[in-house]
């Protein structure tokens, strides 16, 4: 390195500085402003920090750094105002300066934050939280959310939450399980998400949350961290109760971590002389290494007792120890893996490592004092202004979704909704009822999603809508049987796309652009019935009455479109699946029509009507059960789905979800006023 010009070490000397500072301070008075405001001592530290060797902004020169730093400054200092917001700034980044610059500064402030937050981790530029309270949803949906490690870099502005576990009480019968090991967030770069297990759970053995009571919620509100909750409690049940201190290697054996390939990311170091070494060398404290150790057998520790983790390492040993003949899939197949994996977890509790308080989600939303309540309802700009750029700045890349359901749970909704009591009376319905729950009932089917990627866009003018993307770059379904770890796919797709559009007027506190109530907008009404009655063909007529039907019952719509890239391949076992229903549905359905025999008969003239449509009929259900043969169908079908398997193009549906607007409209415009910055 070139060593710097003498005139140029003496310009740029921190003593200097202080002293011609201290200097015009004491000859004159306006420098005292200009000392208050905190910009010489930033410019000190900076300075000091380059004689050392080590600043802040390295590829910029100084001096067009203290131009734009020093104009800032004189444009601040004419208003009494922007003079403040200016200080208040300076000395922040002061702080964050000496941070950077100073290894006794950092030092210093992890040893002081360790001693005040104990349940805080300071390792060099990382700050680790963990034994972070739940989070209890119990707004429209019962749930917990669980985070068990968090780990924010200062150097690169990102955070790293480890361990992810979400349950859903979706109605008394329905239950989501969401996992996850690792999430990302880079801020202003984007979002990652790994591997992603979802569990959808039906019946009472297989819900966590299946016995809770109706109503889990609290009357007051007050306590934001609550203990031994009906949630909690059932999540409790069958948690995972290791904990780090007093784990065996028996238990769960601990990895151990090298530091050298931890901090060097593998790239070990060279050897050298003992006094290149002496001099390259940096201590680490006692205490810095203490609390380094801790942090790396927390991480380990979470990623040991990881459900996942736990049902890839199963998974693994029991496929190693299968022979090549019985052997259904590959372990170098990752997303096979992933599939069984997911159908492993499928039996799981779906929270399993609950911790002991959590925050609700109702508390957190009436801790805000009415007063910034009605600055924010009062400036629905800001939230807009807000999520622009937060939505643009951060996409989404998940690695994969693997969604699971049980057989069994698919078979029991079949029974109730198709077969119900006509398997007891029709033997043909009874045989095709025993050929679907057999191939249903022993297994899980997991849908797994690869590559995806999403996008969204909210507009900061509320004339346009949100619009958000998603992009899946691979689409598979499988048939698990995970007694045996026997895996087989069943559909094969070549990716898909999806689109939402979703009205600006249903963010929070946009009440003031939805759309009129029919109740007030009449002439609206009457403008759509002339429409409908004025409507030339039958698609336009329906278009018009589908609107009409809309504003009567005050809807919105949001539009989706959905498409299925080709090729595409299917399992025959699947295709005769799927023949045996359609045929079962078809055979049900002439069941549920009543006979003509079973009408009273009077005369004889009635005898013959009924002789005569009976006869129909049973010549009917000879057509139908031999034309709707399953396997005739099936093998059909196989036909023309070999044709896909090469073929190239997208299918897809568009359609609307519509959205009452009922709870939308809070009325708090007559009460908070009127909008600022709409």
Same mark, same amino acid.
């Given at each position: 390195?070139?060593?710097?010009?003498?005139i140029e070490r003496?310009?740029?000397?921190?003593?200097?500085?202080?002293s011609l500072t201290?200097?015009?301070?004491?000859?004159?008075?306006w420098?005292r402003?200009?000392v208050?405001?905190g910009?010489?001592? #930033?410019?000190f530290?900076?300075l000091?920090g380059d004689?050392n060797?080590?600043?802040v902004l390295?590829?910029?020169?100084l001096?067009?750094?203290?131009?734009?730093?020093?104009? *800032?400054?004189s444009?601040c200092s004419t208003?009494?105002?922007l003079?403040?917001?200016?200080?208040a700034f300076c000395?922040?980044t002061? !702080?964050l300066?000496c941070?950077f610059?100073?290894e006794m500064? $950092?030092?210093?402030?992890?040893?002081?934050?360790?001693a005040?937050?104990k349940?805080?981790?300071?390792?060099?530029d990382?700050?680790?939280?963990?034994?972070?309270?739940?989070?209890?949803?119990?707004?429209d949906?019962?749930g917990?959310m @669980?985070?068990?490690?968090?780990?924010?870099s200062?150097?690169?502005l990102?955070f790293?939450?480890? *361990? @992810?576990?979400v349950?859903?009480?979706?109605?008394?019968?329905?239950e989501?399980?969401?996992?996850?090991?690792?999430?990302? @967030?880079?801020l202003?770069r984007?979002?990652?998400?790994?591997?992603c &297990?979802?569990?959808?759970?039906g019946?009472?053995f297989?819900?966590?949350? *299946? %016995?809770?009571e109706g109503?889990?919620?609290d009357?007051? %509100?007050d306590?934001?961290?609550v203990?031994g909750?009906?949630? !909690?409690?059932r999540a409790?049940?069958?948690?995972?109760?290791?904990g780090?201190?007093g784990?065996?290697?028996k238990?769960?054996?601990l990895?151990?971590v090298?530091?050298?390939?931890?901090m060097t990311? $593998?790239?070990m170091?060279?050897?050298?002389s003992t006094?290149?070494?002496?001099?390259?060398m940096k201590k680490?404290?006692p205490?810095?290494?203490a609390?380094?150790g801790r942090y790396l057998?927390?991480?380990d520790?979470i990623?040991?007792?990881?459900?996942?983790?736990?049902?890839?390492e199963?998974?693994?040993?029991?496929?190693?120890?299968t022979?090549?003949?019985?052997?259904?899939f590959d !372990?170098?197949d990752?997303?096979?893996?992933?599939a069984a /994996?997911?159908?492993?977890v499928?039996?799981?509790p779906s929270v399993?490592?609950p911790?002991q308080?959590s925050v609700?989600?109702?508390?957190?939303k009436?801790? =805000?004092?009415?007063y910034?309540?009605?600055? #924010?309802h009062?400036l629905?700009?800001?939230l807009r202004?807000?999520?622009?750029?937060?939505?643009?700045?951060?996409?989404?890349h998940?690695?994969?979704?693997t969604?699971t359901?049980?057989g069994?749970w698919?078979?029991?909704? #079949?029974?109730?909704k198709i077969?119900?009591?006509?398997a007891e009376?029709?033997?043909e319905?009874?045989? !095709?009822q025993? =050929?679907i729950?057999?191939w249903?009932?022993?297994?899980?089917?997991a849908v797994?999603l690869? %590559?995806?990627?999403g996008?969204?866009?909210?507009?900061?003018?509320?004339t346009?809508?949100?619009i958000?993307?998603?992009?899946?770059?691979?689409?598979?379904?499988?048939?698990a049987?995970?007694?045996? /770890?026997?895996?087989?796919?069943v559909?094969?797709?070549g990716?898909?796309?999806a689109?939402f559009?979703?009205?600006?007027?249903?963010l929070?506190?946009?009440?003031h652009i939805?759309?009129?109530?029919?109740?007030?907008?009449?002439?609206?009404?009457h403008e759509?019935e002339r429409?409908v009655?004025s409507? +030339?063909?039958?698609?336009q007529e329906?278009?018009?009455?589908?609107s009409?039907?809309?504003t009567?019952?005050d809807e919105?719509n949001?539009?989706?479109?959905?498409?299925?890239?080709?090729?595409?391949?299917?399992?025959q076992?699947?295709?005769?699946f799927?023949?045996?229903l359609?045929?079962?549905?078809?055979?049900?359905e002439?069941?549920?029509?009543?006979?003509v025999?079973d009408?009273e008969?009077?005369?004889?003239?009635?005898?013959?009507?009924?002789?005569?449509?009976?006869?129909k009929? %049973?010549?009917?259900?000879v057509?139908? +059960? $031999?034309v709707v043969n399953e396997?005739w169908i099936?093998?059909?079908?196989g036909k023309?789905t070999?044709?896909l398997? /090469?073929?190239?193009?997208?299918a897809?549906?568009s359609?609307?979800?519509?959205?009452?607007?009922?709870? &939308?409209?809070?009325?708090?415009m007559?009460s908070?006023?009127e909008k600022? #910055?709409?």
């Open positions: 390195m070139n060593s710097k010009p003498a003496v310009l740029k000397s921190p003593p200097l500085f202080a201290l200097l015009l301070s004491a000859l004159y008075c420098p402003r200009w208050l405001s910009a010489p001592l #930033l410019q530290f900076i000091l004689s060797g080590y600043r390295p590829s910029i020169a001096w067009p750094v203290f131009s734009t730093f020093n104009l *800032g400054y444009i208003s009494w105002l003079y403040g917001i200016f200080t000395y922040p002061i !702080l300066v941070l610059q100073f500064v $950092g030092d210093l402030a992890r040893r002081g934050l360790r005040l937050l349940q805080l981790h300071f390792i060099d990382k700050i680790a939280f963990f034994n972070i309270p739940a989070l209890e949803i119990d707004t949906v019962d917990l @669980v985070l068990r490690g968090v780990t924010f200062l150097s690169n990102s790293v939450v480890h *361990g @992810v576990e349950g859903i009480k979706l109605s008394d019968d329905m989501l399980a969401i996992q996850t090991e690792e999430v990302t @967030v880079r202003f984007g979002i990652e998400i790994g591997d &297990y979802a569990n959808l759970k019946g009472e297989e819900m966590t949350f *299946g %016995g809770l109503n889990s919620k009357a007051d %509100g306590s934001v961290f203990e909750t009906p949630l !909690l409690k409790s049940r069958d948690a995972d109760r290791r780090i201190d784990l065996s290697v238990d769960m054996p990895k151990e090298k530091m050298a390939e931890v990311n $593998g790239n170091p060279d050897d050298v006094k290149t070494g002496l001099k390259s680490m404290t205490d810095n290494e609390a380094s057998q927390m991480l520790f990623k040991e007792t990881s459900s996942i983790h736990e049902a890839r199963h998974i693994k040993a029991l496929t190693e120890q022979i090549d003949v019985e052997r259904t !372990l170098s990752d997303n096979a893996i992933r /994996v997911c159908s492993h499928h039996s799981k399993p490592h911790p308080k609700r989600v109702s508390t957190i009436n801790s =805000s004092p009415p910034v309540k009605r600055f #924010l009062r629905p700009m800001l202004l807000l999520l622009d750029p937060l939505s643009y700045f951060h996409p989404v998940v690695s994969s979704i969604a359901a049980s069994r698919i078979d029991s909704i #079949l029974v109730q077969f119900k009591e006509y009376q029709n033997s319905v009874r045989h !095709l025993q =050929s729950s057999a249903l009932s022993n297994a899980n089917f797994e690869g %590559g995806i990627t996008i969204a866009h909210v507009p900061f003018i509320s346009y809508d949100i958000c993307h998603l992009t899946f770059n691979d689409v598979m379904a499988y048939r049987l995970p007694t045996q /770890v026997e895996l087989k796919q559909v094969r797709l990716g898909a796309d689109r559009v979703v009205p600006s007027f249903l929070p506190h946009h009440e939805l759309p009129p109530p029919p109740s007030e907008n009449e002439k609206k009404t759509l429409s009655e409507a +030339d063909g039958k698609p329906i278009n018009a009455q589908h009409l039907s809309q009567l019952l919105t949001v539009s989706i479109s959905v498409h299925a890239r080709l090729p595409a391949c299917f399992d076992e699947l295709l005769d799927t023949a045996a359609v045929k079962a549905t078809k055979v049900v002439m069941e549920k029509e009543s006979s025999m009408e008969v009077t005369g004889v003239k009635d005898f013959g009507k009924a002789l005569k449509g009976g006869l009929e %049973g010549v009917k259900k057509v139908v +059960d $031999g396997r099936a093998k059909m079908v023309i070999r044709k398997e /090469v073929a190239r193009g997208e897809g549906y359609g609307d979800i519509p959205v009452k607007l009922g709870k &939308y409209r809070t009325g708090l007559e908070e006023g600022l #910055l709409p």
